[in-house]
């Protein structure tokens, strides 16, 4: 689980090079490469719009498939201002339902995708990072639930399981994992989110694809 506090990160500016250092809050608008001219992709925590959203940011632990850390201790969910309202959206439906969201990943730095690609360069479980993720853009959450008193609840798999029980239309597993997918499923594109098809944890804009790709890095892993 990661913290919202003292959190860094280095805007960098693709066209001029540029870079900016930030605390905390809302990180700024960034131009990113390959954008047109006063393209703007600002980015918002996505806790201070859904104040209940459980944290367990992988790529901030050794705990994926990376086997490394490359997420600074205090990475947060940053994500597009419309993903964010979206997520909120989902959320506000499914804390009736007894549940809560938890994410996995949220805005993730193309260099990061780039080590991904090293490890795993298979289009559908990564994207190619010279074409960009929709996690580069701000517009992707990996995600799941838990209950209001934040206990796991049973899933067809474990996170970045790269395997068929994982894809959507995956019918063994129990019911009860079948159940938890398709609440959250209904939930999420009911709130104008695109499932991917082959992980039942990320979920898109629909229009993701034309937003720009950012080269927002992190701080360093110390």
Not at 14 to 27: E, F, I, P, R
Not at 148 to 154: A, M, Q
Not at 195 to 202: C, G, Q
Request: aromatic share 8%.
């Amino acid at each position: 689980m990661t913290t919202r506090l003292g959190w860094v990160v280095v805007l960098g500016l693709c066209v001029s090079g540029t870079a900016l250092a930030q605390d905390s809050g809302a990180a700024k608008p960034t131009k990113a490469k390959g954008a047109k001219a006063g393209d703007i992709a600002p980015l918002v925590d996505a806790t201070t719009v859904v104040e209940d959203l459980a944290l367990d940011l992988r790529y901030a632990t050794a705990d994926n498939f990376l086997k490394k850390q490359v997420y600074p201790d205090t990475a947060r969910c940053l994500l597009l201002p419309e993903s964010a309202r979206k997520l909120k959206a989902a959320a506000d439906v499914l804390r009736p339902k007894g549940y809560r969201l938890k994410v996995y990943d949220c805005y993730r730095p193309r260099a990061v995708q780039w080590e991904m690609w090293k490890i795993m360069p298979v289009p559908g479980y990564v994207a190619d990072p010279r074409k960009g993720s929709n996690h580069n853009r701000g517009g992707a959450v990996d995600l799941t639930m838990v209950t209001l008193e934040g206990k796991e609840v049973e899933m067809p798999t474990a996170f970045d399981t790269f395997t068929p029980e994982a894809h959507h239309g995956y019918a063994g597993g129990s019911e009860a994992s079948r159940k938890h997918r398709e609440v959250l499923r209904e939930a999420m594109e009911g709130a104008g989110f695109a499932p991917n098809r082959m992980e039942w944890w990320h979920y898109d804009l629909p229009d993701a694809k034309s937003r720009p790709v950012l080269d927002v890095p992190f701080a360093p892993v110390k």
